[in-house]
């Protein structure tokens, strides 16, 4: 599975952004997908996943209330759109995906992941 993150860009505080992720090479509805992100010097962060079916929605508690992860599985695309955007949500943000069985236990570990795509930046200044 190949995964195409695009969307970044730089943005003042309090805008938008919608990060796109399209996959190829695989069945997308078979995948859990996920959303990290990477600031410099820091350790990858999860930010929000979704079930293959998109019936369970997970985010970090910086995300809940600002993010919304969603995905059309007839465009092989999982979304995340980014609201109140703040400068310490700049980061290279990254799409993942995930056929683990034990997803639901370990959502948020970027090692249940077995793909990930290239990354997109996010700047958001003040």
């Known amino acids: 599975v190949q995964l195409q993150a695009s969307g970044g860009g730089l943005v003042q505080a309090g805008g938008s952004l919608r990060l796109s992720c399209t996959a190829s090479?695989?069945?997308?509805?078979?995948?859990?997908m996920g959303w990290f992100r990477q600031a410099p010097g820091k350790e990858r962060q999860f930010v929000a996943s979704i079930r293959s079916a998109g019936f369970r929605i997970f985010y970090s508690e910086s995300a809940k209330g600002r993010f919304a992860i969603s995905r059309v599985n007839a465009k092989n695309t999982v979304y995340l759109q980014m609201n109140s955007l703040k400068p310490e949500d700049t980061a290279n943000y990254y799409c993942?995906?995930?056929?683990?069985?034990?997803?639901?236990?370990?959502?948020?570990?970027?090692?249940?992941?077995?793909?990930w795509g290239q990354g997109t930046q996010v700047t958001v200044s003040s």
């Open positions: 993942a995906a995930s056929s683990s069985g034990y997803y639901s236990a370990a959502y948020s570990s970027d090692t249940t992941y077995d793909y």
């Open positions: 090479g695989g069945t997308f509805s078979n995948y859990h």
